[in-house]
């Protein structure tokens, strides 16, 4: 059967970048959005952002909801040292596949544990299956009408401590106005809205919220 996009881009970059360099991985993903197919990947511009947070922060404990094909996992894991814990989760098998093939493409499968599930069953068993204490870092990215589930199910699971930094994708588009007025308004988070481009456009305009518990 035919390709899917995800399966194109993965293709592309193992045609065009160099296996074990994950900002060759980067920059062929972003070449192809850009220049031959739109994905939803984070991309360059919003990249650069998360790239900024992650530094800032160096987290030894990370998690990431919403893999698709990899590259934001790719992104947040070339900036970690071999110690730190990450793990991300995707609930679609077929792009949890893909970016299987992309993460080992870029060398990161030592400091990327990939679970393919729900969301919403992982972030209860991150304490006694993953050996989690609690998250330095979270990357939201998956879905905007559940990402106010899934940060309170972070607060409810003893997840979050005080410092703890949350940043989620897509605020303005395609938006997520309940998760926006939630962090920013409930008393718990310190939130800042960052505006930049959406994903492989010159246009339309997106964010990042970065959110860090109180505590
Ligand atoms: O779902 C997403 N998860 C994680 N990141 C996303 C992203 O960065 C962008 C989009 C997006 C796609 C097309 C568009 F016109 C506007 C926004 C989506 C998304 C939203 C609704 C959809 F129906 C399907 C995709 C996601
Ligand atoms: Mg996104």
Redesign the pocket.
Known sequence: SAMSKEQRVLQYVQQNASRGDPDSVLAAVDKFGWETEWA?N?GDVKGAILDRFVKETAPQTMLEL?T?MGYSAIRIARLLPETAKFMTVEFDQENAAVAREMIEFAGLQNRIIQITSDTADVIPQLKTKYDVETLDMVFI????DVYVRDIKLLETNKLLRKGTVVVA??II??GAPEYAEYVRTCGKYDSTFHESRF?YSNDDIDGLEKSVFRG
């Open positions: 939803m984070l919403g698709y990215d998956h879905w905007k994708d897509n588009k395609p994903e």
